[in-house]
């Protein structure tokens, strides 16, 4: 296997970008949108460089690639993300950059009208960005440059028409590395395309869901979490405690809520708006107070040994690229979590060989129920 390369040349200085994944070592910590971005930075934007006290907003910097090329100014570092902040202040350590000049801020937070620039890594989803302009339109006055970046593949007619929509004098740039630019300038409060968040019911559970921006399945029911309420864990005696590991909005913990009224359940997430997706929900469908909530990685902070029972229908997706990254840390961290004949139960697309690294991990692990595209799996710690 090829070695990961490490060394990010930009204009600011060269930087070691590791990323956080267990899966595949060859992928590096930036792409080639990033260099992109910071060199027209420094070419087309002199005067906002030569600014004592520059102030920078970047959103969306998955390993800090950005974030560390410019840590001498101010940043607020904007991310839905709990891991992607850990990394990107892995990565500022990495590189002996001090970041008492940084702010990490969440996705829920509201944005301070204190940039002179704004970077926006460019996310998969419409909705989510649609979401970020809004906040940008509401929070940020006008005349303050943004500097859209992604990879050409992941810019569509639709990303830019979001941009004419929510900023001014948006225009392109050329494509360079298989990567691309959209620059805008904010033009103050517009109307809103759409309204966040979604609603949504699933009745054959008495379900009133609402989804923030950003979530997996948005605005409807995801089919593999539908067949994994159909299959839901049966016990004779109501578990001692229960985790939703990647809870999204809830709904796998709302139904345990509901079979289960005296198990204390605790819904975890690294996404910051599915954790306030699932609160909410928790709330409109008259469970308040039954749940806990953490926004973490994995399993981060959660006691060993301190479960009986977890349920996950875990990602399949790092970023663009498909992977076992995450999904490989939620099964070491469940194991770890879980007393000892404790049950993990999984939703996976029938494709993903999950199986024998259960077996090998857990002790035992069994298929419960299948169709023609997913797979209900239980996993026992046996040892």
Not at 215 to 233: M, N, Q, R, V
Request: proline share 3%; aromatic share 10%.
């Amino acid at each position: 296997m090829q070695a990961m390369e490490k060394d990010f040349i930009t204009p600011y200085g060269t930087y070691e970008i590791k990323r956080d994944s267990l899966e595949d070592k060859t992928l590096r910590g930036w792409d080639a949108s990033d260099s992109y971005a910071l060199d027209t930075f420094v070419s087309d934007f002199e005067a906002l460089n030569k600014k004592d006290n520059l102030h920078i907003t970047v959103i969306n910097d998955s390993f800090g690639a950005l974030t560390c090329a410019l840590s001498k100014y101010s940043v607020d570092c904007i991310s839905d993300s709990f891991s992607a902040h850990e990394v990107i202040k892995s990565n500022l350590g990495l590189n002996i950059l001090a970041n008492d000049n940084i702010d990490f801020i969440s996705a829920v937070s509201e944005m301070e009208n204190k940039t002179d620039v704004i970077f926006l890594k460019l996310p998969k989803s419409n909705n989510y960005l649609e979401y970020l302009l809004q906040k940008i339109s509401i929070n940020i006055g006008s005349g303050i440059p943004v500097i859209g970046l992604g990879m050409t593949r992941n810019i569509h007619t639709s990303t830019v028409e979001l941009f004419e929509h929510y900023l001014g004098d948006v225009h392109t740039s050329l494509a360079r590395k298989k990567s691309r630019l959209v620059h805008g300038v904010t033009k103050g409060i517009v109307a809103n395309i759409e309204e966040y968040p979604a609603e949504y019911s699933v009745p054959e559970y008495k379900m009133e869901l609402i989804n923030n921006a950003n979530a997996f399945s948005y605005g409807k029911i995801d089919f593999g979490t539908l067949y994994f309420l159909e299959h839901f864990p049966r016990f004779k005696n109501q578990p001692e405690k229960v985790i939703d590991l990647g809870c999204g909005d809830g709904s796998l913990a709302l139904l345990a809520a509901e079979k289960w009224p005296e198990s204390p359940i605790l819904c975890v997430d690294d996404s910051y708006l599915a954790v306030e997706s699932a609160k909410e929900n928790f709330k409109n469908n008259g469970h308040e107070g039954r749940a806990e909530f953490k926004v973490t990685d994995c399993l981060t902070g959660v006691p060993a040994k301190s479960v009986d029972l977890i349920l996950c229908n875990p990602p399949f997706h790092e970023y663009h690229a498909v992977s076992m990254g995450v999904a490989g840390r939620m099964f070491k961290d469940s194991f770890r979590v879980l007393k000892t004949g404790g049950s993990l139960f999984i939703v996976k697309n029938k494709h993903l060989g999950y199986q024998s690294y259960l077996e090998k991990l857990f002790g035992e692990c069994k298929t419960i129920a299948g169709n023609k595209k997913y797979e209900i799996q239980k996993a026992v710690k046996t040892k």
